[in-house]
């Protein structure tokens, strides 16, 4: 029974993209407070093919002492496991992927011995964390159209030629992420 | 002067978008064609964009490539008029970062104008992230020539630079892809310095679909061109350790000052859309 694992990552100080992204949804897409914030963590998908004992600690110590995924002078970071939920920002996300994005890190924590148990697999996603005001449904509608980019004037985060879409109503869990970030080449916005 | 009409050089906006960082060479190689080419503001009135013949974006790093490389500026206003030009059949040339803004607003491929079909990735296959070096393309005509490729024979082979991270032509319906090149929309493409078709790593720098270096809207009047035409204008901005007939020239040119400020092999794109430029002038008096 494989293991899964989330190193979530973000910036201290304001993120210059996230502030972009909400002005470009407020202004140019004409959502204008619709869109209240905008907010962005990367995400570091973990999966081994085994449970680990200490998981948490052991990507903790991953992420905060070694400097090849976070940088302490301006990166927070959570760690989450298992069936475990992120703690994002915001009231609708919106997690965007590459397939395969995350096979140079992993090569480099295996290279590098950084994990006692080196892990089987390792990929990389980005969490919009978006606040928007409306209903439940509204929120997760307007979330959908903001989340994939399908015209010059409707979509922003994703473009499906190349990236994979899903909006999440309530906090993903690790094991969520991990399952849609590591699947081989399937989903589409949910 | 009088001047009569037909005098006055065809006028071009290269479109300075914040962040980018070739708008003055790309209007210099304009004005070497023979263009009246102005660099515009994206901040000022999209509306002053209408009264221009053609449309350059240029390279660089609109929005600091923010989200994706081009995603933002997709969304600008300046690109309605851009768009809306398209369409009406104005030529639209975007380069490197230009070409990325043009696969985001659905300029290009532009089967269903505006509809973002295709996607400029992050480069793969054997190199990730920026990558810089001189490529070669090779004209692929498929019987027609485009707006940008008139001046080029067909299988001519084309030493230019590549500067970018963001560069490989991919969509999620590869056989749809083929059709577009099938049908003339790739008449752009990376090849090795012999001219073999489809190479790996570094001749594709990327593994762009198809070894794709350009792709085209359905009429041909649009270009999406991820390598650097104005970095190849010029004799002298050609290296020395080039390969075949170019390199040859510019070995021959060492210390010529008059040859090195001869045209490079990038210049023929520029030239093709002067011509194109005057034929349409033309095609207009004549209709009045």
């Known amino acids: 029974m494989s293991q899964h694992a989330v190193i979530r990552r973000w910036l201290k100080v304001a993120d210059p993209t996230a502030i972009t992204a909400r002005e470009t949804l407020q202004r140019a897409l004409q959502f204008g407070r619709r869109v209240e914030d905008v907010e962005r963590s990367e995400l570091f998908c973990v999966v081994w093919d085994t449970p680990q004992q200490g998981a948490e600690a052991m990507l903790e110590g991953l992420a905060v002492e070694t400097t090849l995924i976070s940088n302490p002078n301006k990166h927070r970071v959570e760690v989450a496991v298992g069936g475990d939920a992120v703690h994002p920002r915001g009231n609708v996300w919106v997690l965007v992927w590459e397939p395969g994005d995350g096979a140079g890190l992993e090569a480099a924590v295996r290279r590098l011995g950084l994990l006692a148990e080196p892990p089987a697999r390792i990929r990389q996603a980005v969490l919009w964390e978006l606040a928007l005001d409306g209903s439940p449904a509204e929120v997760a509608d307007r979330a959908r159209e903001i989340a994939v980019a399908r015209s010059r004037t409707s979509g922003l985060l994703a473009n499906l030629q190349y990236q994979r879409a899903e909006v999440f109503t309530r906090p993903p869990t690790a094991s969520q992420i991990v399952s849609r970030v590591t699947a081989p080449e399937t989903t589409e916005v949910a | ?288």
Request: aromatic content about 10%.
């Open chain 2, 1 to 288: 002067m009088n001047r009569m009409r037909t005098e006055i050089a065809p006028r071009v906006a290269v479109l300075q978008l914040p962040g980018v960082n070739c708008e003055y060479e790309t209007r210099a190689v304009l004005r070497m064609a023979g263009l009246d080419a102005e660099v515009f503001r994206w901040n000022l009135p999209a509306r002053d964009l209408e009264s221009f013949d053609a449309y350059v974006i240029p390279g660089g790093f609109s929005y600091e490539d923010r989200i994706r490389a081009g995603a933002v500026a997709a969304k600008a206003g300046a690109l309605d008029v851009v768009g809306r030009a398209a369409e009406a059949g104005k030529p639209v040339l975007g380069v490197c970062n230009g070409a990325q803004i043009l696969v985001e607003a659905g300029l290009v491929p532009g089967r269903t104008p505006g509809r973002v079909e295709l996607a400029l990735a992050p480069n793969r296959g054997g190199w990730r992230g920026y990558y810089c070096n001189w490529v070669y393309v090779k004209v692929h005509k498929e019987g027609r020539d485009t707006v940008f490729t008139s001046r080029f024979e067909d299988g001519e082979l084309v030493p230019v630079p590549v500067a970018h991270a963001e560069g490989r032509f991919t969509v999620r319906d590869g056989a749809a892809f083929r059709e577009w090149a099938d049908a003339g929309q790739v008449p752009l493409r990376y090849v090795s310095p012999e001219g073999d078709e489809e190479p790996g790593f570094p001749h594709n720098p990327n593994r762009s679909l198809l070894g794709a270096a350009g792709v085209t809207n359905p009429a041909g009047n649009v270009l999406a061109f991820m390598p650097h035409p104005e970095r190849a204008a010029w004799l002298r901005q050609v290296p020395v350790s080039t390969a075949g007939p170019w390199g040859d020239r510019r070995r021959e040119a060492v210390r010529d000052r008059e040859a090195l400020e001869g045209p490079g092999p990038g210049f023929k794109i520029f030239q093709s859309l002067r011509d194109f430029l005057r034929w349409d002038a033309q095609q207009t008096r004549e209709e009045r």
